[in-house]
Nanobody, 124 residues
Framework: QVQLVETGGGLVQAGGSLRLSCAASGFTSSGFTFTSYDIDWFRQAPGEERQFVAH????????YYADSVQGRFTISRDNAKNTVYLQMNSLKPEDTAVYYCAGREAGRREYDYWGQGTQVTVSS
């Protein structure tokens, strides 16, 4: 069974940096590989709706970001390691949230897999 596991969250001061990882596993019996999936990052702060953060396509050749993180966050992937990264720089207190990665086959509207989330807390 395919699983996505996020790591790298923590507590950081405003202006600091964190790198989140989203590691995928369990493809052997699924018939798919990591490169079958576009990966997105989302975040959800307490009392708020889940918010899109960043997207990367299967090949890693196309990315786009929410306006609120453009220029500060960078999404990348290493398909040899079945991992997607979210480099977060110049963090702000409003970036505080649980961050989730999600994967879906290219062209699908619904997500096939979600991770369990990792907490990011930015202190002022």
């Amino acid at each position: 069974q395919v699983q996505l596991v996020e790591t790298g969250g923590g507590l950081v001061q405003a202006g600091g940096s964190l790198r989140l990882s989203c590691a995928a596993s369990g493809f052997t019996s699924s018939g798919f590989t990591f490169t079958s999936y576009d990966i997105d990052w989302f975040r959800q702060a307490p009392g708020e709706e889940r918010q899109f953060v960043a997207h990367i396509n299967r090949a890693g050749s196309s990315t786009y970001y929410a306006d609120s993180v453009q220029g500060r966050f960078t999404i990348s992937r290493d398909n040899a390691k079945n991992t997607v990264y979210l480099q977060m720089n110049s963090l702000k207190p409003e970036d505080t949230a649980v961050y989730y990665c999600a994967g879906r086959e290219a062209g699908r509207r619904e997500y096939d897999y979600w991770g369990q989330g990792t907490q990011v807390t930015v202190s002022s």
